[in-house]
């Protein structure tokens, strides 16, 4: 009787639930240990049998006895135990990142957030790139900045996961820690990288047992697909929740190296920390801020390598807000760099080593990032600094990109065309059709960006004296309006913003401070 019998009373067999969610063969052992005991099971059965053989001999007797036995079953049955709680039921869904407490990282209760396995870590950093924990510009970087990670570096995927890949590993073999390394997953794909369902000829294909195990990176997954500006937003929105001051962010499509024959030497991400350590004292002190010298944000060899400074943007009073995400690709860089010259926060430029930007991947990446030992661990590297190595790989990548510049723009972009039905994926020619429509749509030339700034034909080299001018006359309204004195950042100017600006033209109110 008891094998037809559903869970009692009125709950769902949780037992039955956990098989579902069983799936892996490797985990099988260890979920299993979670079904309820034998002998609970037993103690279940016979509670069925003995129970509803006294109930229906009380039915067929005095009702009082009804009364009691329907009393004592119902109190049974919620005390009695099934082994597994609520909560043990859903944490072990295949579909979960590691947690936080499993982990030990301090990002807290993210679901999209994939920190780093615990497994040993490979290719070998040379020697001379790894910089010591008891280094003086480590420990003036950690004693000036409230943050930890100190050096956050953000690089967003969405296409072609061997040009990402050559990207992670020259930061790494350049010194930058591992576990400061952030793959932002954009993908659009759900969870179905994280599952192991795309092939490697998938454009969106990215292997997260190869980046968080073997190079030891953490993935940080979209929820769903976001255009460049989105993208932006997602990253500074990720930085105010972290309470990050400053983070970075590079392209997929770069390379960086470290000037090996500099004397004397410093890793690349030596000097990126004695590049932070000079620019701390200016980013949000009160004398800057008072004073005007406050920065925006940084390029190392324009934007492929850049540091924000994530206040200017979020700051109450101040700030310049988000990237415009109508904007979603081509030029909104030229928006929003520009509101941030208009609003008083100069950009910086700064050389920490070499950065390429490629649109063919390496031959042999690992080897040629880390040369031939690059199986060894992190105490066996064996390369030399300044190395014929070195000097032919440095040579091989200027040619790259000389090639890139001359007619391979954006063609990495659309190189693997694998994947047909598999889960949550584009077609990528078409995918590769829809972009350029987009980006088209709201660049210099398009509808979006030239309505802005003054006529959707306006030419690119052409927006940026057309924002300052436009600008200008949006202060001139202004002060017409009301005194010098009365008009502060954020105030009057900020106001103009896009919801408040009814009746105004689209040029106009996107001169404003904050036009977001």
């Given at each position: 009787?008891?094998s037809i019998?559903?869970?009692?009373?009125?709950?769902?067999?949780?037992?039955?639930?956990?098989?579902?969610?069983l799936?892996?063969?490797?985990?099988?052992?260890e979920?299993?240990e979670?079904?309820p005991?034998?002998?609970q099971a037993r103690?279940k059965?016979?509670?069925f049998?003995?129970?509803l053989?006294?109930?229906?001999?009380?039915?067929?007797?005095r009702?009082?006895?009804l009364?009691l036995?329907?009393?004592?079953g119902?109190?049974?049955?919620?005390?009695?135990?099934?082994?597994?709680?609520?909560d043990?039921?859903?944490?072990?869904?295949l579909?979960k990142p590691i947690s936080?407490?499993q982990?030990?990282?301090?990002w807290g209760?993210?679901l999209y957030?994939y920190p780093?396995l615990d497994?040993?870590?490979y290719?070998?950093?040379?020697?001379?790139?790894i910089?010591?924990e008891?280094?003086?510009?480590?420990a003036?970087?950690?004693?000036?900045?409230?943050?930890s990670p100190?050096?956050p570096?953000f690089?967003?995927?969405?296409?072609?996961f061997?040009?990402?890949?050559q990207t992670?590993?020259?930061?790494?073999?350049a010194?930058?820690?591992?576990?400061q390394?952030?793959?932002i997953?954009?993908?659009?794909t759900m969870?179905?990288n994280?599952?192991?369902?795309?092939?490697v000829?998938n454009?969106?294909?990215l292997?997260y047992?190869?980046?968080r195990?073997?190079?030891?990176v953490n993935?940080?997954?979209?929820p769903?697909?976001?255009n460049?500006?989105?993208?932006?937003?997602?990253?500074?929105?990720?930085?105010?929740?972290?309470?990050?001051t400053h983070?970075?962010?590079?392209?997929?499509?770069v390379v960086v190296?470290?000037?090996e024959?500099?004397t004397?030497y410093?890793?690349?991400?030596?000097?990126v920390?004695?590049?932070l350590?000079?620019?701390?004292?200016?980013?949000n002190s009160k004398?800057?801020?008072?004073?005007?010298?406050?920065w925006?944000?940084?390029?190392y060899d324009?934007?492929?390598?850049t540091?924000v400074?994530?206040?200017?943007?979020s700051?109450?009073?101040n700030g310049?807000?988000?990237?415009?995400?109508?904007?979603?690709?081509?030029?909104?860089?030229?928006d929003y760099?520009e509101?941030?010259?208009?609003?008083?926060?100069p950009?910086?430029?700064?050389?920490?080593?070499?950065?390429?930007?490629?649109s063919?991947p390496?031959?042999?990446?690992?080897?040629?990032?880390f040369?031939k030992?690059r199986?060894n661990?992190?105490e066996?590297?064996?390369?030399?600094?300044g190395?014929s190595?070195y000097t032919?790989?440095?040579?091989?990548?200027k040619?790259?990109?000389?090639?890139?510049?001359?007619s391979?723009?954006n063609?990495?972009q659309?190189?693997?065309?694998?994947g047909?039905?598999e889960?949550?994926?584009y077609?990528?020619s078409?995918?590769q059709?829809a972009?350029w429509?987009m980006?088209a749509?709201?660049?210099s030339n398009?509808?979006?960006?030239?309505?802005?700034w003054?006529?959707?034909?306006?030419p690119?080299?052409?927006i940026?004296?057309?924002?300052?001018?436009?600008y200008?006359e949006?202060?001139k309204?202004?002060?017409e309006?009301e005194?010098l004195?009365?008009?502060?950042?954020?105030g009057?100017l900020?106001?103009t913003?896009?919801?408040?600006?009814?009746?105004?033209?689209?040029?106009?109110?996107?001169a404003?401070?904050r036009c977001?």
């Amino acid at each position: 009787m008891s094998s037809i019998l559903p869970s009692w009373p009125w709950r769902s067999n949780q037992y039955h639930d956990i098989s579902r969610h069983l799936g892996d063969p490797e985990n099988l052992e260890e979920k299993m240990e979670q079904r309820p005991h034998k002998w609970q099971a037993r103690w279940k059965e016979m509670f069925f049998d003995v129970y509803l053989g006294f109930f229906f001999n009380v039915f067929t007797s005095r009702s009082k006895f009804l009364i009691l036995g329907f009393i004592v079953g119902i109190s049974l049955g919620y005390t009695m135990p099934t082994g597994v709680s609520y909560d043990q039921m859903h944490s072990i869904s295949l579909n979960k990142p590691i947690s936080p407490e499993q982990s030990g990282t301090k990002w807290g209760k993210d679901l999209y957030f994939y920190p780093p396995l615990d497994e040993e870590r490979y290719p070998a950093v040379p020697s001379y790139n790894i910089l010591s924990e008891t280094s003086d510009i480590l420990a003036s970087a950690r004693n000036m900045t409230s943050q930890s990670p100190v050096t956050p570096l953000f690089v967003p995927f969405t296409r072609n996961f061997v040009m990402l890949r050559q990207t992670i590993l020259s930061y790494i073999a350049a010194g930058w820690p591992r576990d400061q390394i952030y793959i932002i997953d954009n993908s659009g794909t759900m969870d179905a990288n994280y599952n192991g369902l795309l092939s490697v000829t998938n454009p969106f294909y990215l292997n997260y047992k190869l980046f968080r195990g073997r190079y030891g990176v953490n993935i940080v997954r979209t929820p769903t697909l976001l255009n460049f500006a989105q993208l932006q937003n997602y990253m500074l929105a990720t930085a105010i929740n972290q309470n990050w001051t400053h983070f970075y962010w590079t392209h997929q499509d770069v390379v960086v190296l470290s000037d090996e024959l500099s004397t004397p030497y410093h890793s690349l991400y030596e000097r990126v920390l004695t590049s932070l350590v000079s620019l701390i004292p200016t980013m949000n002190s009160k004398s800057t801020l008072q004073g005007g010298s406050r920065w925006s944000i940084v390029w190392y060899d324009f934007d492929w390598l850049t540091l924000v400074n994530v206040g200017v943007a979020s700051g109450p009073k101040n700030g310049v807000g988000s990237w415009d995400t109508f904007v979603p690709y081509y030029a909104t860089d030229c928006d929003y760099y520009e509101r941030l010259r208009l609003s008083g926060y100069p950009i910086l430029e700064r050389k920490v080593g070499d950065i390429f930007d490629l649109s063919k991947p390496v031959p042999n990446a690992e080897s040629a990032f880390f040369g031939k030992a690059r199986n060894n661990t992190e105490e066996d590297s064996g390369r030399l600094c300044g190395s014929s190595q070195y000097t032919e790989l440095k040579n091989k990548l200027k040619l790259m990109m000389k090639e890139k510049g001359a007619s391979g723009r954006n063609t990495w972009q659309d190189a693997q065309k694998g994947g047909k039905g598999e889960p949550w994926t584009y077609d990528p020619s078409g995918f590769q059709t829809a972009w350029w429509d987009m980006a088209a749509a709201g660049s210099s030339n398009g509808k979006t960006l030239g309505g802005i700034w003054g006529g959707k034909e306006t030419p690119r080299d052409e927006i940026n004296s057309g924002m300052r001018e436009l600008y200008m006359e949006e202060e001139k309204e202004l002060r017409e309006l009301e005194p010098l004195e009365n008009l502060e950042l954020g105030g009057k100017l900020g106001a103009t913003g896009r919801s408040g600006a009814a009746g105004r033209s689209g040029a106009t109110r996107r001169a404003s401070f904050r036009c977001l």
